[in-house]
């Protein structure tokens, strides 16, 4: 098994997002395996992850390099206001822009430059502008790398550099168009010319539910009480490069409580708590924590094979997904989809993972039109009144899935590793 040991910190505010104890918390968990590998006939890798914060991606670099090849599972542990198993982190990706104009004096002959800072501002306020109309599990922020030389001369040149967020992977394409949009306009509207580089990004979190339930289930053997996953709503998350190594294999990024709520991440007054005894006691139960699942998976083969099983099974639902996905491609969305015959069905903002679960018990395909339809031909089987309960005010436009759900029937049909997928706790 692997081991993260994450170390990044921020500009200016150092342990801001508490690395300090996430790789020291790695270090514990992975001395304390090492010393038990050989009497549990077990192997783990205690793995430096650097770079996480500014989308240096350490882990898709030692991904890449194959660090990840023989690992059974990968895990880690990150402080936070609470205890949870698993959070929903979001795909994410960075956009470089450059504005380039033509440098004038600013008040003798401004008729004959071209403003660069002007089409940078107004792209930026084009995102702001944008973002009343995302979703929220969708975020764009960024921040103005160079405004121009001097007062007195009219900018030829101003950059950003942006980070996209959404759900998925897949559904980070269509909002990186939108973005983009934002900038090709104010290059358009002031003559200035557009340069932009994607600078790649993180997948979105998979966590093994699986694990995530054996870390949780020791955390709280360590008097740790844990929220319940299903109450973190995607709006509240970042990114992690953990995300891409969920995507290669069962992995976990449960976090750990130590601040109080209402102390946010990235700040300096987080980076106090990382310091403090707080952080220290985090560090000791992280470390635990991770070592004890890491025992429960070498001494409990039944649990590794449940792992496994749950990541060959959502590892085919994300396909069926992205085939759905690609089904339906095509110029990237403005507004609300319309609504055809009712089948798109507003629980979707739940993300993926529990739509397609949802499918899957249904008999359908991944993909929201299909799935939706799929639901319904589960409630036609089943007689069940057409409700959805995200909106239960729609009636019979609304997918009937969730009644089929609700109904005996159904209930019979679904296996117990599904149920256990969605609600987080196997
Ligand atoms: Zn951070
Ligand atoms: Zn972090």
């Known amino acids: 098994m692997i081991v993260c040991c994450e170390y990044d910190a921020l500009p200016g505010i150092g342990h801001g997002c508490g690395h300090n104890v996430i790789g020291t918390a790695g270090a514990g968990a992975g001395l304390a395996l090492a010393a038990l590998a050989e009497e549990a006939g077990g192997r783990v890798t205690i793995l430096g992850t650097p770079a996480e914060e ?56 401004p008729w004959a430059g071209v403003n660069a800072l002007d089409a940078l501002v107004l792209g930026y306020m084009a995102v702001a502008a944008l973002r009343q109309h995302l979703r929220d599990d969708e975020k764009v922020h960024g921040i103005i790398l160079d405004g121009g030389k001097a007062d007195n001369i009219v900018p030829d040149h101003a950059s950003a ?24 306009g104010a290059a358009a509207q002031t003559g200035a010319r557009l340069e932009h580089r994607w600078l790649g990004g993180y997948a979105d979190m998979r966590s093994n539910r699986t694990l995530a339930a054996a870390y949780r289930r020791n955390g709280e053997r360590l008097g740790r009480t844990f929220v319940d996953p299903s109450l973190i709503p995607a709006s509240i998350a970042g990114s992690t490069d953990m995300g891409d190594v969920s995507y290669a294999l069962p992995s976990i990024h449960p976090v750990i409580g130590m601040v109080p709520l209402g102390v946010v991440g990235h700040t300096e007054e987080f980076a106090r708590w990382a310091g403090s005894e707080a952080g220290d006691r ?22 590794l094979a449940e792992v496994r099983a749950e990541f060959a099974t959502t590892a085919t639902q994300r396909r069926a997904g992205r085939a759905g ?50 639901r319904r031909a589960a409630a036609g089987r089943t007689g069940a009144a057409p409700r959805c309960p995200r909106r239960p005010s729609r009636g019979p436009s609304s997918c009937r899935a969730a009644t089929a759900r609700r109904s005996p029937a159904s209930r019979r049909r679904r296996p117990p590793a599904s149920r256990a997928r969605t609600t987080g706790r196997s």
């Open 54 to 109: 500014q989308g240096g991606g350490g882990k898709k670099r030692l991904l890449a390099a194959g660090a990840f090849a023989d690992g059974d599972v990968a895990m880690m542990v990150h402080p936070e206001p609470g205890d949870v198993e698993y959070v929903p982190y979001l795909a994410n990706e960075q956009l470089y822009v450059a504005m380039h104009g033509k440098a004038a004096h600013a008040s003798s002959t």
């Open 161 to 184: 550099r942006f980070r996209v967020r959404a759900r998925t992977k897949e559904r980070l394409e269509p909002l990186k168009a939108r973005v983009l949009a934002c900038f090709e």
């Open 282 to 303: 985090c560090v000791i139960d992280g470390a635990k924590a991770l070592a004890m699942t890491g025992v429960d998976v070498w001494t409990r083969p039944d649990l």
């Open 325 to 374: 996905l690609s089904r339906r491609a095509g110029p990237p969305r403005r507004t609300a989809p319309a609504v055809s015959g009712g089948v798109r069905c507003g629980d979707d903002v739940l993300g993926e993972e529990a739509h397609d679960a949802r499918a899957a018990r249904a008999g359908g395909r991944a993909g929201t039109p299909a799935r939706c339809r799929s």
